[in-house]
């Protein structure tokens, strides 16, 4: 009796809980598919009341915006002036600097972790140091424009690769200290001690046994501050204004137009969107343990 | 023997030593240099009033802000945006993680699609919500008003009293997965033996949720609710993309404000005072933050 109640309890419990799991879906999925099938709409779909939610049926799916923004030149020219031509390179801007500023945060920012994992700080303390560095993951990047912004200008950095690169690793840099640090601390030290005992140096010890034991971490900590210069705005907004354009600086500025071409611009959403998500997707594992600093243990 | 303990020594300070040297040069500079701003006048408009050159002038920027009517009303705006949208995204996260965290079918997909809306380049969330939220052709009126939910359509992004909501909700929708993927992982590094013997015990079931499961859960809430507090002070891009701060200053961030100041009216010692009480804040709860993970680790 007790059994066969608890089992009917249990299915309706089922049933509400995929209740609630469907809908949760369904908000998060809906702007992706929004932004999405936008993407495939001409212009006057877009602009339609009742909006057309479904392919095929309430519009006629088209593959002219993609032509229109990845291949202007088979349009006039006087359309392909107004903005067509740039994706590209503010692709290969948005690529320079993401895998610039990941390679150099994750080359430096690994060094300082083993440093902090296997040796003994005297004067300052270990833990005084990485909370020092973890301390500057949370500025707000607001605080520092301005000065960048001069210090940049001064030595020509402003709307160049380098300079870019360099402001975003400056943001990846405390988050890649953090996670390699965690990882180190989970990695046996014998080999490495061993090592060091038959002659090898610090540094050999390092690139040789360390490095290989620590790929999976050190490959999850440069995507994710791929994906962090990647999608980051502010610094981009104050740094580049023409040739050093990132994807989110050129579509924040064709949003601020004063009738944006929806369809084009969900174009260049979209390419902006694929590849951090496929980058989660990869390291999908390390996530939850990256974004809090290795607090959590997802 | 004693050669690897000399190896060891010695070249620590090499390990650490780009890290520290770029984060002196690439923050702690720049927050020096910001600092002796905001006791600058600095005013690159104004024709042949401009001040080309940063002049000492004190505190009067200080005393300056704390009668700028703006200054406030964006600084409203940051709390209520952190406050409202910190406290929904725990309780939703949280009720969802409590929910979902029994075996149920495609575990792995599930928390591959609550990765997408935080894994999303934000200037496209902006973007993408803000195609949602258009008043006369934008899905979500549409089914809304569809779903009897609501009887007439609502300016989301265009109406004083519920821009700011609106702003609220795409950060909800963006970051509610991080909190759920924090306490779903929390929640699996539960110990099962405290359920058995509360359950033997006769415990009720709120018994057991108030008493086992949220206070072993309440040392990563505070770090997520901590972490997503200071993240969130820095948000800039979403609205950016959507309102602009507008209506008025409706949705206007500090950090924007930063921003006016320095880009639009090139009136850079006083963008640095504003940025200074931003970051006066965030340190507020940084230093919580810190306090709480050397309290917990190590």
């Not at chain 2, 009033?49 to 004190?58: N, S």
């Not at chain 2, 909800?172 to 539960?190: D, H, K, N, R, S």
Request: charged share 15%; net charge positive; hydrophobic share 55%.
């Amino acid at each position: 009796m007790g059994t066969v109640r608890a089992r009917a309890k249990s299915v309706t419990e089922n049933f509400l809980i995929y209740l609630v799991l469907i809908a949760a879906l369904v908000c998060i999925l809906f702007p992706l598919y929004w932004v999405a099938t936008t993407a495939f709409k001409f212009p006057k779909d877009v602009i339609r009341y009742p909006p057309a939610l479904i392919p095929f049926v309430q519009f006629e799916p088209t593959l002219e915006n993609w032509i229109y923004v990845v291949f202007p030149w088979f349009y006039t020219t006087i359309v392909y002036t107004t903005h067509g031509t740039e994706i590209f390179s503010n692709l290969l801007n948005s690529v320079v600097a993401a895998t610039g500023s990941s390679l150099l945060a994750t080359f430096t920012g690994s060094l300082a972790a083993y440093g902090l994992a296997r040796f003994e700080f005297k004067r300052w303390k270990n833990r005084d140091i990485a909370f020092f560095i973890l301390s500057q993951r949370f500025l707000p990047p607001a605080v520092i424009v301005i000065p960048y912004f001069i210090m940049f200008k001064t030595v020509g950095l402003l709307d160049t690769w380098a300079g870019i690169m360099i402001a975003h690793t400056a943001i990846s840099l405390p988050f890649v200290v953090w996670m390699m640090r965690e990882y180190f601390l989970e990695v046996p030290r014998e080999v490495e001690e061993s090592a060091m005992i038959d002659g090898c140096g610090v540094f050999r010890t390092f690139i040789e046994i360390v490095l290989p034991v620590a790929k999976p971490g050190l490959v999850a900590s440069m995507m994710l501050a791929f994906i962090f210069s990647w999608n980051e705005y502010i610094l981009a907004l104050f740094l580049t204004y023409k040739k050093a354009l990132t994807l989110p600086a050129v579509i924040a500025g064709l949003t601020h137009s004063g009738a944006p071409l929806w369809w084009d611009i969900s174009v260049m959403a979209l390419v902006a969107i694929v590849p951090p998500i496929l980058i989660a997707l990869a390291v999908e594992r390390y996530i939850v343990r990256g974004l809090t600093l290795g607090a959590v243990k997802g | 023997m004693k050669l690897s303990r000399v190896s060891y020594r010695d070249p620590k300070l090499l390990l650490i030593a780009p890290t520290v040297l770029l984060l002196l040069v690439l923050t702690i500079f720049p927050l020096i240099f910001s600092l002796y701003l905001a006791f600058c006048k600095w005013e690159l408009s104004g024709g042949k009033y401009a001040v080309t050159t940063p002049v000492f002038i004190g505190l009067e920027n200080f005393l300056k802000l704390a009668s700028d009517e703006r200054f406030f009303d964006t600084l409203v705006n940051t709390v209520v945006f952190v406050g409202g949208s910190v406290t929904s995204e725990l309780i939703i996260g949280l009720g969802l993680a409590l929910l979902l965290s029994r075996e149920i079918r495609g575990r792995k997909y599930l928390r591959v699609m609550f990765l997408l809306p935080m894994m999303m380049t934000p200037v496209a969330v902006g973007y993408t919500w803000r195609m949602l939220y258009h008043p006369t052709n934008g899905p979500l009126n549409y089914l809304l008003t569809l779903a009897g939910i609501m009887n007439y359509p609502v300016n989301w992004m265009g109406d004083t009293k519920i821009a700011l909501f609106s702003m609220i909700l795409i950060d909800v929708w963006e970051w509610t997965p991080f909190m759920f993927l924090v306490f779903l992982a929390g929640l699996q590094a539960l110990p099962i033996d405290p359920y058995e013997s509360a359950r033997m015990d006769g415990a009720s079931r709120w018994q057991i949720f108030r008493y086992i499961t949220l206070s072993a859960l309440s040392p990563i809430i505070a770090v997520a609710v901590l972490l997503r507090s200071v993240e969130a002070f820095k948000i800039f891009d979403i609205i950016y993309v959507t309102t602009a701060g507008g209506p008025g200053t409706a949705t206007e961030p500090v950090t924007m404000y930063v921003q006016i100041l320095a880009l639009r009216e090139l009136s850079l010692g006083y963008a640095s005072a504003v940025a200074y009480a931003l970051l006066a804040m965030v340190i507020f709860l940084a230093v919580l933050f810190i306090a709480k993970m050397r309290k917990e680790r190590i």
